[in-house]
């Protein structure tokens, strides 16, 4: 319960993508909520895809996504992991999004994203990732609840900015 308490945000690939190549909302958000105190944490599963797209990504892709993982510690990313048990939890909840039609069978690299998050406690999942931002809220808390897990709560980062004006 204790990491619930501080001041934490897991992040998705794509705004890692965002920050590699340069867009200013990802860095006017990465700015404000580090300047606040806010550390930014990177589910495994946000690691996997950021690799994939580095060794098989398309020119731009590839570039950024190489440039993500290389700031992460410039950007004060933390990456964290997670036991074998945990993995195999993210996995079944990714099932029951799927079966729920919450995310399409495409995505279900988000589902254990979302999953994963939850597992180290963090609230909300910043992400610019459209099949995130549109799971019906509701829906997701519940799923959430009958897996007995952390409740997450998909935000972008443009919302969140505005959020402290």
Not at 36 to 52: C, H, I, K, N, T
Not at 91 to 102: A, E, I, S
Not at 120 to 147: C, G, N, R, Y
Request: proline share 5%; charged share 20%; hydrophobic share 45%.
């Amino acid at each position: 319960m204790a990491a619930s308490l501080k001041r934490q945000l897991a992040l998705d690939a794509n705004v890692l993508l965002d920050l590699a190549e340069g867009k200013d909302f990802a860095h006017e958000f990465r700015e404000e909520f580090q300047g606040r105190g806010y550390a930014f944490l990177v589910p495994p599963m946000v690691l996997v895809e950021l690799d994939v797209l580095a060794a098989y990504g398309s020119g731009p892709q590839r570039r950024f996504a190489n440039a993500a993982l290389e700031n992460l510690i410039p950007w004060q990313c933390q990456p964290f992991t997670l036991t074998s048990t945990e993995l195999a939890i993210a996995h079944r909840f990714t099932l029951r999004l799927l079966d729920q039609r919450l995310i399409p069978d495409t995505e279900q690299s988000d589902g254990r994203i979302l999953a994963q998050t939850s597992l180290a406690q963090v609230s909300l999942l910043v992400t610019s990732d459209k099949h995130l931002l549109s799971i019906d809220d509701d829906a997701l808390s519940l799923v959430f609840q009958e897996a007995d897990l952390w409740p997450v709560h998909p935000v972008h980062p443009k919302r969140l900015v505005r959020a402290l004006r």
